[in-house]
């Protein structure tokens, strides 16, 4: 029996197929395929995709409890969402998946299934930080597996709405003019322009008790009217609320830390994105792991292993759409050597928000042209950082990682960058990179970076997504072939 994980009705719908014997067969984001970006519906395209992957033999796995949720709703005074699993996918959608019920699954366990029946250890501490679940904010747990190979999660600890760093983070994104729930990763890129010169007063105006995490005021509903930030500058804002999320975290880390058994860290949750403040996990944790996509649509993933109940076979995050075919190292090579940037859209879509060389645009990092040539392509601000991707047994020549982390396969984590001189346009403002290491393993990047590096003796590129502004990464060769039109560069297959 196969196991379908679902994660939609809210945002970021995504679906996952995982086989009998813990194969990660297929997971993707309903968004690729809706062509909407943070699409938080299933749609015909991904069902289809998955239901290709799954077999006729499988179970459905929803990654909450709607009628949890619901009662939060209630408490909460909002309006409550759909008690019913088919009534928040629909009856048309539901058809397609066939008739058969529905297993639900609790938002947070979810979350600490994606991320511990993934991850290299038999025993970890988990750590979840999101905006919410149906009820927590924030939980910590204990994962192990027994001796027949079951995954065991026991709750030591967790704050319920509306104790939420990620409500805080979101407000905070939407004061400063961006979307909640989509842009608060262009107010951490903003944070490096900023001075903290509020976050003392954040603290002190929303937070009643630091250290137990409790806030003063619902920021599900935003910022009062007339809030004391009301005249303030965006930047100083942004580098505020990063200094107050990173505090908030540490002190969640130093908890964990407390109250688990394993110095091993599994970390998820929308929160975890936050790279910037990924970097102080290794003064609590040895061990760190993170799934690629510790959101809402890797819920799916973890609403599909909770029903599988043990460890997965993790091997990267290229589980999307496929676009059949050898990666093209040469031609990119050849284009990079022409005109310093090309699109790659080859191989199966990565599962998580950010390009890992299948749905990239690669760029020549040297030279201090090129972060303004990709920022006229991607016609995004041009505060916004780009990544560098670089074989992982170069990094410490390149680049001081934080403590604890030898390596960020996902781009999970910044770095100081030991030449910014050289490598301009992959350095922010602050002097760090959100860097994408490689292993040596088969995939095609690594394939990419090992010729490059022989042709050039550089050892890494600027990756950053393939996308069309204000649509989601490119899925498949009709995407790429609307971007290629779209923008005059070309896209290798």
Known sequence: MNHIGISAGFHDAGMTVISDGGEILFAGHSERYSKKKHDAN???????????????????????????????????????????????????????????????????????????????????????????????????WDACYDKNGNAHYTKLWSKKYPNSIGLFYSAMTQRVGLKPNEEEYILMGMAAYGKPSHANRMVSHYLSDLFDLEFRHNLHIGL??????????????????QLVCETLIEKVMHKAFRLGSSKNLVYGGGVALNCLANRLLGKYFKDIWIMPNPGDA???????????????????????????????????????????????????????????????????????EIKDKVNEIKRRQKFRPFAPVILEEYVHEYFDMPINWNDSRYMQVIATC????????????????RVQTVPKDRSGIRQLLD???????????????????????????????????????????
């Not at 019920?101 to 991850?119: E, L, R």
């Not at 250890?121 to 009820?135: N, R």
């Not at 649509?471 to 609307?482: F, G, I, L, Q, S």
């Open 42 to 140: 299933l749609c015909e395209g991904i069902i289809k995709d998955a239901l290709h992957y799954s077999g006729e033999q499988y179970q459905l796995h929803y990654y909450e409890k709607p009628w949890l949720k619901a009662y939060r709703q209630f408490r909460a005074g909002q309006t409550i969402s759909p008690l019913s699993v088919k009534k928040i996918i629909g009856t048309d959608l539901c058809d397609l998946l066939g008739d058969r019920p529905i297993y639900t699954h609790v938002h947070h366990k979810s979350h600490a299934a994606a991320g511990f029946q993934t991850s290299p250890f038999d025993h970890a501490t988990v750590v979840i930080i999101d905006a919410i679940g149906e009820m927590d904010c924030i939980s910590i």
């Open 224 to 241: 009062e009217p007339n809030n004391f930030l009301i005249k303030a500058d965006g930047m100083d804002i942004a580098s505020s609320a």
């Open 298 to 368: 890797g819920n799916s993933l973890g609403a599909a292993a909770l029903g599988y109940g043990k460890k997965l076979h993790w091997v990267d995050a290229f589980l999307g759409h496929d676009i059949t075919g050898p990666y093209p190292v040469n031609k990119v090579i050849k284009e990079l050597k022409k005109t310093k940037m090309v699109g790659v859209a080859n191989g199966r879509a990565e599962f998580g928000p950010r390009a890992l060389g299948n749905r990239s645009l690669l760029a020549d990092p040297r030279g201090p």
């Open 418 to 433: 030991k030449r910014s001189d050289l490598y301009p346009a992959i350095v922010h403002h602050d002097g760090t990179s």
């Open 451 to 493: 010729k490059w590096y022989a042709a050039t003796g550089c050892p890494m590129l600027l990756n950053t997504s393939l996308n069309i502004r204000g649509e989601p990464m490119v899925n498949d060769r009709t995407d790429a072939d609307r971007f290629e039109k779209l923008y005059n560069l070309r896209v290798i297959s």
